[in-house]
């Protein structure tokens, strides 16, 4: 049964910069693209970015883009988000999610069957 564990989240001032990661528990991890979401209070959980199974496809919603870098390395079986220039609105809880989808990485949420416990990210000064 594949798990995932974020790590690297906490508080960072405006325009900073944090590092997701996001391992997997199975050396199959190179089986699943994995999907980055984000929830913030009192909102739906959100999708952020995701790469497909050999990272040749990236996917990232439009106020990440040029922000945010989705990454992979199967041989360590795990991902990777690194989040540059940070603003308020990107506070949330970050999940990592897995998905057997072998086309396009998915973007919404229920195309994603395995989930981590999720990371707070907080942007404040």
């Known amino acids: 049964q594949l798990q995932l564990v974020e790590s690297g989240g906490g508080l960072v001032q405006p325009g900073g910069s944090l590092g997701l990661s996001c391992a997997a528990s199975?050396?199959?991890?190179?089986?699943?693209?994995m999907g980055w979401f984000r929830q913030a209070p009192g909102k739906e959980r959100e999708f952020v970015a995701a790469?497909?199974?050999?990272?040749?496809?990236?996917a990232y919603t439009d106020s990440v883009k040029g922000r945010f870098t989705v990454a992979r390395d199967n041989a360590k079986n795990t991902g990777y988000l690194q989040m540059n220039s940070l603003n308020p609105e990107d506070t949330g809880v970050y999940y990592c999610?897995?998905?057997?989808?072998?086309?396009?990485?998915?973007?919404?949420?229920?195309?994603?069957?395995?989930w981590g416990q999720g990371t707070q990210v907080t942007v404040s000064s």
């Open positions: 999610a897995a998905s057997l989808s072998r086309l396009d990485p998915p973007q919404r949420w229920v195309d994603y069957p395995y």
């Open positions: 199975v050396r199959t991890f190179s089986s699943y693209a």
């Open positions: 790469i497909s199974r050999n990272g040749a496809r990236v």
